[in-house]
């Protein structure tokens, strides 16, 4: 699921309104994912040919904690506090509104500094898992002192990755999602590169856990070249200029004012979403292990598609939040859109699902028809919620968006371990699906409406007030 990017908000300016028109958002939000799509029949092959090379070279049974280290970064997607959502909405709104782009300035400045120091200490705790022994008790399993080292290699190149990740987030603030998209297929590339690297040199299985976080940072690099390109064109020069008067305030320690009901979101939803694999490595067999990381694999996959139409939508409600009115009506639009596309997506899951298994396996491992009719399920649900998540994004509301995730959370894990050692990976992702629709997709149903009628309200209460990125609020 996607992070929620939202933690930067300004609730009004004047020149940054769009209009709400359907046929223009669906544009907007959607070209990224059309870039993907076109994209998926390159990067599916890629990825399945990188899976089949890995389970031939690691097992089938070794696969699952392969699998379960190179995604251990899905556990960590509050590593960079929530700073990227905030160099988006600063260049989604300065785009549009010169008066801003002193402000743009400074957030990215300091967003990459700020990242730069959390690489730092994510740095210095992977190799304390590794000099400690944690990552037996964390994986539930017992590693060499060599194995230990490789494990916090690969999450040692998930933190360099995140000041890279801010050329995404710019990208996509200048509308440029379609862009972000394509360059970031070439991930697929990478990794493949570097698994064929491994297997020429004949390395440990357990090395093959490196290969996507080392296509991810060439990813990440290219990216930010690109992001940098678009920085000059539009005459921004956050890394040579100094800013001041107001925006000059993003340089000290109040960087991260208000930003802890986001921070409760991003810790909550990998915790609910993301930790199937760590239960299933405490509670479940090496080849149950397995043949559920193959099956959360082809759901991934479906998911990135709609998390890009996700994110080019948060900017377009980011874009004109002042009005109310108009976002909820496009709310329930992109409902109805975004909740059939999750239910294409599903249906292609099940067809498809167990035969695709069976390829990238080269029949290895059998993927269950409930475990992926499950995933189906999970997409469905995501889908339904996403618009609402993206849209909720003022302090008040983040506020009752971490509750909510809080008690999805805890929904789904209590689900999860309560219910794993018997029935496995079916019961991991059924936890998933009913904390979402109990604890986010009800409330969504309950609350949007009531939210937005307050923003009106409270728009009309004074006349003009600008929250700066992160929270942090000065009326003018």
């Known amino acids: 699921m996607t992070s929620h990017d939202q933690m930067a908000s ?9 209009p709400a028109r359907l046929g223009g958002t669906l544009r907007t939000v959607f070209a990224g994912s059309l870039a993907r799509i076109v994209g998926i029949p390159v990067t599916a092959f890629l990825g399945l040919l990188n899976t089949g090379l890995v389970i ?69 705790l992977s190799w304390s898992a590794a000099l400690l022994g944690w990552w037996d008790l964390i994986l539930s399993r017992s590693f060499s002192e060599e194995e230990r080292v490789v494990i916090s290699i690969a999450l040692s190149l998930f933190f360099i990755c995140l000041p890279f990740g801010l050329g995404s987030r710019i990208l996509t603030g200048f509308g440029k999602n379609h862009i972000a998209v394509l360059l970031n297929l070439s991930g697929t590339a990478f990794t493949l590169l570097f698994t064929w690297a491994l297997v020429a040199l004949d390395a440990a299985p357990i090395s093959y856990a490196i290969s996507g ?53 991003m810790i909550g939803l990998p915790i609910g ?13 090496a080849d149950g292990l397995s043949r559920f990381a193959l099956s959360a694999q082809l759901y991934a996959l ?86 609402a998540g993206v849209l909720l994004t003022v302090p008040s509301e983040l506020r009752w ?18 219910f794993a050692p018997a029935y496995g990976g079916v019961a991991v992702t059924a936890g998933a699906v009913i904390g979402i629709l109990l604890a986010q997709i009800v409330p969504d149903l309950v609350m949007v409406r009531r939210f937005l009628e307050a923003r009106t309200d409270a728009m009309a209460s004074r006349r003009r007030t600008t929250y700066v990125s992160f929270g942090e609020g000065e009326p003018k």
């Open 10 to 18: 300004i609730t009004e300016a004047p020149d940054a309104r769009v």
């Open 273 to 285: 979403l993301e930790t199937g694999r760590v239960v299933l490595s405490h509670t479940s067999t």
């Open 302 to 387: 479906a998911w990135s598609v709609v998390t890009t139409a996700g994110g080019a939508l948060w900017t377009v409600f980011a874009k004109q939040r002042k009005e109310a009115a108009e976002n909820l009506r496009l709310w329930k639009q992109m409902v109805g859109v975004f909740g059939g596309l999750g239910l294409i997506g599903g249906v292609v899951l099940i067809t498809l699902g167990p035969w695709l298994g069976e390829i990238i396996s080269g029949g290895r491992l059998e993927i269950e028809p409930a475990q992926i009719a499950l995933f189906a399920a999970l997409l469905i649900v995501q889908c339904v919620h996403l618009p």
């Open 401 to 418: 968006q971490a509750a909510c995730v809080f008690v999805m959370a805890t929904v789904s894990v209590a689900i999860s371990v309560t």
């Open 56 to 124: 031939a070279h690691t097992g089938s049974v070794l696969y699952g904690t392969v699998s379960t280290i190179a995604t251990l970064g899905t556990l960590l997607p509050f590593a960079d506090l929530g700073i990227g959502a905030g160099v988006t909405t600063a260049v989604a709104i300065g785009s549009t509104d010169a008066k801003h782009q002193e402000t743009v300035t400074a957030t990215i400045r300091t967003a990459f500094l700020s990242l730069c120091a959390v690489t730092t200490a994510g740095l210095i």
């Open 213 to 265: 976080f080392f296509g991810t940072l060439c990813c990440n690099a290219v990216v930010a070249i690109v992001a940098i390109r678009f920085l000059k064109l539009s005459n921004y020069r956050p890394w040579r200029r100094r800013a001041s008067g107001a925006a000059q305030r993003f340089r000290n320690l109040r960087l991260l004012s208000g930003s802890g009901w986001m921070f409760i979101v």
